[in-house]
Each structure stands twice: as C-alpha cells, then as structure tokens.
C-alpha cells in the first residue's frame, strides 16, 4: 500500500518526542511491514531511513513573520502538495486546505479545545484556541478519525477509532542498573501544562528533606532557571533518544504531574523501561496508567507523599515496575501499526 504521512515537523536531532516522534516511528513500522511510505514535512528526519521524505515549503512571507507563524502558513503550503498515486493520506494535523481524491485518515493526538482549556499562559491559550476551529474541518472532511486515547475522544463531534501512541521497543526496554542515589526523572517544561514547576516545589520543601540524598533530573528547556531551584536537582537540555531512554532505565521513578495530556507518550515510555510511573489526574494518565492500576496518579497535595513511598520501598518499586511492563506491551509500534493497518484496509 502506498501510504502518505503528513505532518509539520520530523524528529530534530536534539529532540524526537510529540507528534513528530509518533509519525517518524509509524512511518519506519510501516515501512518494515512492507508499505510503501513517503512524509511530508518541513524538515527531513534527524536519522536516516527507509521512507521517503518530501519537502513542504512554506510560503515566502513567512521568513518575515518568524517561526510562531508557521503553525499557520504549514497548511497553506500543504494544499499545494500533491498526493496524486497514494492510496491513503494520512494526516496528523494541518490537513483543512488539502486537495486529494485518497481517503483521509485523521489522528488527533491530543485536542487543542483541551491544550486551550490547561494552558498557562494567555498565548498558550490563545494559540490553541485558534487551531481548535481548523482542527473541527480536520475532522469533518476525514474518511476515518483517529483519537489517541478516549480521553481525546472526548473532545471530538464524530466517533473516533481509539489507537494509542506507541514506544520504540528496541530503545525503549529495562536494562542497567538504577542510580546510586533516590531518582526522579521529569521530562517536559516548567511553566506549561507539564507542570515541572510543581514538581520542583515538591521535590524541594517535601521530597528532598524526607529522603536526604534524593535528585530530580529535569529534561527540558532552561528558560526558567532551574538551574537555580535547589540541591539535588540536575538539569539536562533536549537529549537524544537514546540518552533518554538510558536516564529512563536508570531513574528510580518517572513523575509527570500534568494537568493535561491527551496521551502521555512518556508513561508509556517509562513503562516500557519497567520504571515505576506517578502522575496527577489527567485524561492520558487515567487511561494509560488503568486509573492507578499501573502507576501512582494522585492529587497535587498527594504528589509527595507518593513520591517519598516509591522512592523508600523497594518492594513497592518492583511491584509497579512490573506492572508497567506489563502494561506497556500494548504500546509497542507494531502492536499500533498493525491496528492503523485494519484501518487503511477498511478505506481502501
């Protein structure tokens, strides 16, 4: 089958996560079950591989309005692409303007009525607010809707086909030792709906006190001085794939005390490293974590607690650790490709 993939951008080299992440991983799945794949995108793939790779330009004025305008000016550039040839397109936002007789498949990871709803900032909001309107054509035009959880579901006027994120298993696996110290990794930012700062006051004033010697590895960007939060906090820039997934295995627990994710590629992927997961309520971490069954999800004022009870019973480490491995199996790529294969084939 000859697949189409449209999306805005491709992994970069010092960062593979969200949408990005998702369509490269599908893309070489794909490919490996024998598809013919090509993806349209801004930017070519931080590695090499064996799908095909088209160029999107945006239009000409943009390199006056600067990088914040290309959320916009990507889906006018998209509906002078031509996807003549292709069985199925399958696009993973900013499809409203294109032109093509194949049918389309819609995934929505995430909704940006729920990115608008939790942003912290007004131009978090605002911005998510605007793209809430295109995304409803998105949805309206689709041959087939695609929600990566039911949370996100939810957020959508036509029944969606439920088909998770997924994780890379040949880099995503237990392996190694666990640090010499107590640790907790968080991958996101600060001041967003990722909540880092939350955890950073946590770790601070309940964590660090409790279990003398303790450390929270932040990876993210630094534009908020976390640098200068506190003892026992290290901080790490964008990281490859690869260092990830090492700090991942390495971590004595995974803490992600969003207030929204439509999914939560990094549960899964601290999951699948048999690292024990808390979280705070959300959609993605509901669904993803069984409701507590697979990780610890608990209000902001319990985040410590729950923390400090991880991080002092081994014991307890083990028995969620297994559990999440347990769990993870059904985010494996080809467990998702398989079923985005059924869907396509209902299409063509």
Same mark, same amino acid.
């Given at each position: 089958m000859r697949i189409a993939q449209l999306t805005r951008m491709l992994p970069r080299p010092d960062?593979?996560?969200?949408?990005?992440?998702?369509?490269?991983?599908?893309?070489?799945?794909?490919?490996?079950?024998?598809?013919?794949?090509?993806?349209?995108?801004? %930017?070519?793939?931080?590695?090499?591989?064996?799908?095909?790779?088209?160029?999107v330009t945006l239009p000409a004025s943009s390199s006056g309005l600067g990088r914040r305008a290309a959320p916009y000016l990507f889906s006018v550039a998209a509906a002078r692409?031509?996807?003549?040839?292709?069985?199925?397109?399958?696009?993973?936002?900013?499809?409203?303007f294109i032109r093509t007789r194949a049918p389309i498949v819609r995934t929505f990871h995430g909704s940006s009525w729920g990115e608008a709803r939790h942003g912290v900032?007004?131009?978090?909001?605002?911005?998510?607010?605007?793209?809430?309107?295109?995304?409803?054509?998105?949805?309206?035009?689709?041959?087939?809707?695609?929600? %990566?959880?039911?949370?996100?579901?939810?957020y959508l006027r036509r029944e969606a086909i439920v088909i998770p994120c997924a994780y890379d298993a040949a880099r995503f696996h237990p392996g190694g030792s666990r640090s010499a110290s107590p640790s907790i990794l968080f991958v996101g930012d600060l001041h967003t709906r990722k909540r880092g700062r939350l955890l950073v006051d946590v770790?601070? *004033?309940?964590?660090?006190?409790?279990?003398? @010697?303790?450390?929270?590895?932040?990876?993210?960007?630094?534009?908020?001085?976390?640098?200068?939060?506190?003892?026992?906090?290290?901080?790490?820039?964008?990281?490859?794939?690869p260092e990830l997934a090492d700090l991942y295995r390495r971590a004595?627990?995974?803490?992600?005390?969003?207030?929204?994710?439509?999914?939560?590629?990094?549960?899964? *992927?601290?999951?699948?490293?048999?690292?024990?997961?808390?979280?705070?309520? %959300?959609? @993605?971490?509901?669904?993803?974590?069984?409701?507590?069954?697979?990780?610890?999800?608990?209000?902001?004022?319990?985040?410590?607690?729950?923390?400090?009870s991880l991080l002092t019973s081994a014991d307890l480490r083990g028995a969620f650790g297994e559990r999440a491995l347990e769990r993870a199996r059904d985010?494996?790529?080809?467990?998702?490709?398989?079923?985005?294969?059924?869907?396509?084939?209902?299409?063509?």
């Open positions: 960062y593979a996560g969200g949408v990005s992440g998702q369509v490269d991983l599908l893309a070489r799945a794909l490919v490996a079950r024998g598809h013919e794949v090509t993806v349209f995108a801004i %930017n070519p793939p931080a590695e090499p591989a064996k799908y095909s790779y088209h160029a692409l031509s996807f003549d040839g292709f069985d199925i397109v399958h696009s993973h936002g900013d499809d409203h900032r007004f131009r978090q909001r605002a911005y998510h607010f605007t793209m809430g309107f295109p995304e409803m054509l998105s949805e309206w035009r689709a041959a087939a809707t695609v929600a %990566n959880s039911a949370s996100t579901s939810g770790f601070t *004033e309940v964590v660090r006190p409790a279990v003398p @010697g303790a450390e929270l590895w932040v990876v993210g960007a630094d534009d908020t001085g976390v640098l200068d939060c506190g003892d026992g906090i290290q901080f790490r820039e964008r990281v490859s794939g004595w627990v995974f803490c992600l005390p969003s207030s929204y994710e439509g999914f939560g590629v990094p549960y899964a *992927e601290a999951m699948a490293c048999g690292t024990p997961v808390v979280a705070t309520h %959300n959609g @993605g971490a509901d669904e993803v974590l069984g409701a507590g069954r697979y990780g610890l999800i608990v209000d902001e004022g319990g985040l410590g607690a729950a923390l400090m985010y494996a790529i080809d467990r998702v490709a398989e079923q985005y294969e059924h869907v396509y084939a209902s299409l063509s």
